[in-house]
């Protein structure tokens, strides 16, 4: 009977889980559907905000002789340093979502450092600090609250340091590494090289019509401005794009934990049953030889 007994508390425990694992989807699902939208309004603002910029360098690129001259939009195809941000989750119970980030990361680092670049790491998401800290790699920056709670304020102060030693030339290059959101049932690694600025799939075309009213002398001001604006928003798109694809990835996850859940229920449920007969034929046999050694 205490096979049974054991059996009985692992087919409770499973349900349990069962339940816990269901509710997390729900909550997924609801938190999903918010960030989705602040996803794709994000995503349209970013679209814009790359169109006006590569206007305004296209424009600056016209006028001083030799092309656009800012560091921002200076090619570096031998970098000595080359930061890398990179955003996971502060949680897990999401599948392969966090490691398919910092397997990216590896991957990128390895490549760069065979090339002869010093790499340096910055961390958006707890996940990925633990995992460097654990591997006792060195992270210059590292924020354990941020992608679970995108704000845009918190962003641009995260990157702000990026930004400041890039323009210092402490650093060559700065690429940004994100697990971003392309369907219900889909995320995508994404590597951009957030600096130097690369116009290259965002030309303006020459007979396309401006709506910017700009003077001339006020080109290089205003593409400074908005290079910074570029940068913030990148990030703060990064962080909720992020969380877009985390939360669908926990749905698929917990959605896959409640089915094995109930593949588990079931196969205890039988083991449950086959139990017990064999302990009422047990019981019946016994019964029997008693009353047999009686006669």
């Given at each position: 009977?205490?096979?049974?007994?054991?059996?009985?508390i692992?087919?409770g425990?499973?349900?349990?889980?069962?339940?816990?694992?269901?509710?997390?989807?729900?909550?997924?699902?609801?938190?999903?559907?918010?960030?989705?939208q602040?996803?794709?309004q994000?995503?349209?603002?970013?679209?814009?905000?790359n169109?006006?910029?590569?206007?305004?360098?296209?424009?600056?690129?016209?006028?001083q002789?030799?092309?656009?001259k800012?560091?921002?939009?200076?090619?570096n195809?031998?970098?000595?340093?080359?930061?890398?941000?990179?955003?996971?989750?502060?949680?897990?119970?999401?599948?392969?979502?966090?490691?398919?980030?910092?397997?990216?990361?590896?991957?990128?680092?390895?490549?760069?450092?065979?090339k002869g670049?010093?790499?340096?790491y910055?961390?958006a998401?707890?996940?990925?600090?633990?995992?460097?800290?654990f591997?006792?790699?060195?992270?210059?920056?590292?924020?354990?609250?941020?992608?679970?709670?995108?704000?845009?304020?918190?962003?641009?102060?995260?990157?702000?340091?990026?930004?400041?030693?890039f323009?210092?030339?402490?650093?060559?290059?700065?690429?940004?590494?994100?697990?971003?959101?392309?369907?219900?049932?889909?995320?995508?690694?994404?590597?951009?090289e957030l600096?130097?600025?690369?116009?290259?799939?965002?030309e303006?075309?020459?007979?396309?019509?401006?709506?910017?009213?700009?003077?001339?002398?006020?080109?290089?001001?205003?593409?400074?401005?908005?290079?910074?604006?570029y940068?913030?928003?990148?990030?703060?798109?990064a962080?909720i794009?992020?969380?877009?694809?985390?939360?669908?990835?926990?749905?698929?996850?917990?959605?896959?934990?409640?089915?094995?859940a109930?593949?588990?229920?079931?196969?205890?449920?039988v083991?449950?049953?086959?139990?017990?007969?064999?302990?009422?034929?047990?019981?019946?046999?016994?019964?029997?030889s008693?009353?047999e050694?009686?006669?």
């Amino acid at each position: 009977m205490a096979n049974l007994k054991e059996i009985k508390i692992k087919i409770g425990s499973v349900k349990n889980t069962q339940k816990t694992t269901k509710a997390m989807k729900l909550v997924s699902s609801a938190k999903l559907t918010r960030t989705r939208q602040l996803s794709e309004q994000a995503r349209s603002y970013a679209k814009k905000i790359n169109e006006v910029l590569s206007e305004i360098a296209n424009r600056v690129s016209k006028v001083q002789e030799g092309g656009n001259k800012e560091k921002a939009f200076t090619p570096n195809e031998n970098p000595k340093t080359v930061d890398i941000v990179f955003v996971t989750a502060d949680k897990g119970l999401c599948g392969g979502f966090n490691m398919a980030t910092i397997k990216s990361v590896n991957r990128l680092a390895a490549d760069l450092e065979s090339k002869g670049s010093k790499v340096r790491y910055r961390v958006a998401g707890r996940k990925g600090v633990d995992f460097f800290s654990f591997q006792k790699i060195e992270m210059i920056q590292k924020a354990t609250d941020l992608s679970s709670a995108p704000d845009y304020d918190r962003a641009v102060d995260f990157i702000k340091d990026v930004v400041t030693d890039f323009q210092n030339g402490e650093t060559d290059k700065v690429i940004l590494v994100y697990n971003g959101f392309l369907n219900m049932l889909t995320q995508e690694v994404r590597v951009t090289e957030l600096l130097p600025i690369s116009l290259d799939n965002a030309e303006v075309s020459e007979t396309e019509t401006s709506m910017l009213e700009i003077e001339p002398d006020d080109d290089e001001e205003v593409l400074e401005e908005l290079t910074g604006k570029y940068i913030d928003f990148n990030m703060y798109y990064a962080l909720i794009d992020s969380l877009a694809a985390e939360h669908s990835a926990r749905m698929q996850a917990m959605e896959a934990a409640s089915k094995n859940a109930k593949e588990r229920v079931d196969s205890l449920t039988v083991e449950y049953n086959k139990a017990r007969q064999a302990a009422i034929t047990t019981e019946l046999i016994e019964i029997i030889s008693g009353v047999e050694s009686l006669k």
